[in-house]
């Protein structure tokens, strides 16, 4: 069974800098996708950034980004220039090319600072 | 466009009562899944519809547990004889099709007294 690990119960950063959360994951299979969402406390999961294991090319979006390492099975989530909007519980998940269900780790609280 | 709603937003009950947790789709949405979200923790997988039916339910803890999405729109999750370790929050998430990204409603937060 695939197994998602957040080590970071909490992160903090301040303002306009930058934070890494990080995320690895256990699979026997070659082929998948990797996610990251974010959490605030109206509870509702907002999609941040996607990644397909098949692509060798890091995703972005604006100033969210990953560092995927395959080999390692490492996905971590940098976030730019923080703003305090960021502030939310961050959950990495995995699914399975030919599933459906999502694996999710057990989250990171971000803390950002004004 | 709306989003996932799910209604209620908060619910409690007693111990041993029936509970209905409601569920509304992205219109056009196919596949339909349900999380349950215990406190300090992801959600984990309950079941997965595609369509009006369900495609897998191995992740539902018991036989309390059941849902239904007979129109292949709204879905139902039904709790029989609630227990206090039933207290969660229920999340229910919609995509175009089982392989295209899930989108989350707000979920409904369950307490059982």
């Known amino acids: 069974a695939q197994t998602v690990t957040q080590s970071q119960p909490e992160m903090s950063v301040q303002e306009a800098e930058t934070v890494t959360l990080s995320c690895t994951y256990d699979t026997s299979e070659s082929d998948y996708y990797l996610f990251w969402y974010k959490q605030p406390p109206s509870r509702q999961m907002i999609l941040v950034i996607r990644?397909?294991?098949?692509?060798?090319q890091n995703a972005t979006e604006n100033r969210f980004s990953v560092n995927f390492q395959k080999a390692a099975k490492s996905f971590s989530l940098k976030i730019s220039d923080s703003q305090l909007g960021d502030a939310a519980m961050y959950f990495c998940a995995y699914r399975r090319p030919s599933g459906s269900r999502l694996t999710f780790g057990e989250g990171t609280q971000l803390t950002v600072n004004p | 466009g709306a989003g996932v709603s799910q209604t209620p937003s908060n619910k409690v009950t007693e111990k041993g009562k029936y509970v209905e947790l409601r569920c509304d789709p992205i219109?056009?949405?196919?596949?339909l899944y349900w999380y349950r979200q215990s406190l300090g923790q992801g959600p984990e997988f309950l079941i997965y519809f595609q369509g009006t039916g369900a495609a897998d339910d191995s992740g539902l803890p018991n036989d309390r547990f059941f849902a239904v999405r007979p129109e292949g729109s709204v879905s139902t999750l039904k709790i029989q004889r609630t227990e206090r370790g039933d207290s969660a929050v229920y999340l229910c998430a919609s995509s175009l099709t089982y392989q295209e990204t899930q989108y989350f409603g707000p979920g409904t937060r369950l307490l059982v007294l």
């Open positions: 219109s056009g949405h196919t596949a």
């Open positions: 990644q397909e294991a098949y692509k060798q």
